[in-house]
């Protein structure tokens, strides 16, 4: 069965910095995606980025970015320029193609921006 | 394009009644899930449904819990004869076929 752990409950940064999430994975599908979910005080659950396993470049969605190391099963987001409206939980999730097609979550990073 | 809907946004219900929850997926999609959020923690996989069938239900409950996926209509998560346990949010997801899950609103249940 996949797992995802995401060891760090709070992290905090200034305004305009540069914050990393971490989150590791088990899995021994071959093909599977891995996301970063936001989800803000109202409770919805917002698709930040998508990382195909068979891809090697990182993915990179404006001020976020991943980086993906594989053989080490970790998936961490990079956020650039933090600004207030990141402040929020953060899940990372894993999504086998091969088997049980359902996100496993871990369990959650809450950021706070300090202005 | 709406995006996946759920109602009711929030729900209050006593112990022992009945609770229904509705999701209508994006225009196109045709697979839906269920996942349930316990207060300060992550996402929990319940189901999996396609049109009229049940795909993967090995999140769920093995009793007082059901889904269902109609042919017209929305999906269904049904709670029978509610307790504290099941306050929690609800969220529902759809997607195509082995693609990314998008989200709905989520439905926050409340059992008093």
């Known amino acids: 069965a996949q797992t995802v752990t995401q060891s760090q409950p709070e992290m905090s940064v200034q305004e305009a910095e540069t914050v990393t999430l971490s989150c590791t994975y088990d899995?021994?599908?071959?093909?599977?995606?891995l996301f970063w979910y936001k989800q803000p005080p109202s409770r919805q659950m917002i698709l930040v980025i998508r990382q195909e396993a068979y891809k090697q470049q990182n993915a990179t969605e404006n001020r976020f970015s991943v980086n993906f190391q594989k053989a080490a099963k970790s998936f961490s987001l990079k956020i650039s320029d933090s600004q207030l409206g990141d402040a929020a939980m953060y899940f990372c999730?894993?999504?086998?193609?091969?088997?049980?097609?359902?996100?496993?979550f871990g369990q959650g990073t809450r950021l706070t921006i300090n202005p | 394009n709406a995006g996946v809907m759920q109602n009711p946004r929030h729900l209050v219900r006593r112990r022992g009644q009945e609770a229904r929850l509705r999701c209508s997926p994006m225009k196109g999609h045709s697979h839906v899930y269920w996942y349930r959020q316990l207060p300060e923690e992550g996402l929990k996989f319940m189901v999996y449904l396609q049109k009229e069938n049940i795909i993967d239900e090995s999140g769920m409950p093995k009793e007082r819990f059901s889904a269902e996926f109609p042919k017209e209509g929305p999906s269904i998560l049904r709670i029978q004869q509610v307790v504290r346990g099941d306050s929690a949010a609800y969220f529902c997801?759809?997607?195509?076929?082995?693609?990314?899950?998008?989200f709905g609103p989520g439905t926050r249940l409340l059992v008093l």
């Open positions: 999730a894993h999504y086998s193609l091969g088997g049980a097609q359902k996100l496993v």
């Open positions: 997801a759809s997607s195509p076929p082995r693609k990314t899950q998008y």
């Open positions: 899995t021994s599908e071959s093909d599977y995606y």
